[in-house]
Antibody
Framework: QLVESGGGLAQPGGSLRLSCVGS????????MNWVRQPPGKGLEWISN????????QYVDSVKGRFIISRDNAKKSLYLQMNNLRVEDTAVYYC???????????????????WGQGTLVTVSS | DIRMTQSPSTVSAFVGDRVTITCRAS??????LAWYQKKPGKAPKPLIY???TLESGVPSRFSGSGFGTEFTLTISSLQPDDFATYYC?????????FGQGTRVEIK
């Protein structure tokens, strides 16, 4: 139900914009997240956005460099990644968070739906 | 940040074995804990949420327990499809954090 794109090779200090396209059901009913997995390492949650796009959260390591956004009409989630570092190299996944009913969102209890991931490589 | 520590890092087991993985939180997260199964090249698959609730479609050989700071994931009878890496995740407090993972290997 979720498909990421936009990954690739970027130089340190460069930028990339990731996209995640999903179904109308997902984008009308879920808060959304980005999670990454560096090669050979574990999972790291990096950002979350509310249903209405009004509230965002970030892990400290990307705060001020990455921006999460969504366009529910386009059924799309985005991650603008600026000032990239070698340590940002990872597979990036989008995933659903809290379920929303009639515009009221429950606190996320888990990430139910995930995309297949897109690889971002930061290297000179 | 809440640190999630899993043990063991690797477990070697036979098909049919009972496997238990522990996840400890650096502070209380009540029952805001999820478990995922991860295979190479695939997206994480949710198994358990709210510490003990089985996700729809997940086999009943998987179970979760715990509250506060100590949690366990148990596979009652290991099947060939279960060889993977397992992660716990706390959703109590931002930043949401994962454990470092436990790899379940064939013995």
């Amino acid at each position: 139900q979720l498909v990421e794109s936009g990954g690739g090779l970027a130089q340190p200090g460069g930028s990339l914009r990731l996209s995640c396209v999903g179904s109308e059901f997902v984008f009308n009913n879920y808060e959304m997240n980005w999670v990454r997995q560096p090669p050979g390492k574990g999972l790291e949650w990096i950002s979350n956005i509310s249903l209405s796009d009004s509230t965002t959260q970030y892990v400290d390591s990307v705060k001020g460099r990455f921006i999460i956004s969504r366009d529910n009409a386009k059924k799309s989630l985005y991650l603008q990644m600026n000032n990239l570092r070698v340590e940002d190299t990872a597979v990036y996944y989008c995933a659903t968070g809290g379920l929303c009913t009639s515009g009221v969102c429950q606190s996320a209890t888990y990430f139910k739906f995930w995309g297949q991931g897109t690889l971002v490589t930061v290297s000179s | 940040d809440i640190r999630m520590t899993q043990s063991p890092s690797t477990v070697s087991a036979f098909v049919g074995d009972r496997v238990t993985i522990t996840c400890r939180a650096s502070q209380s997260i009540r029952d805001w804990l999820a478990w995922y199964q991860k295979k190479p090249g695939k997206a994480p698959k949710p198994l358990i949420y709210k510490a003990s609730t089985l996700e729809s479609g997940v086999p009943s050989r998987f179970s979760g327990s715990g509250f506060g700071t100590e949690f366990t994931l148990t596979i009652s009878s290991l099947q060939p499809d279960d060889f993977a890496t397992y992660y716990c995740q706390q959703l109590s407090t931002y930043p949401w954090t994962f454990g470092q993972g436990t790899r379940v290997e064939i013995k």
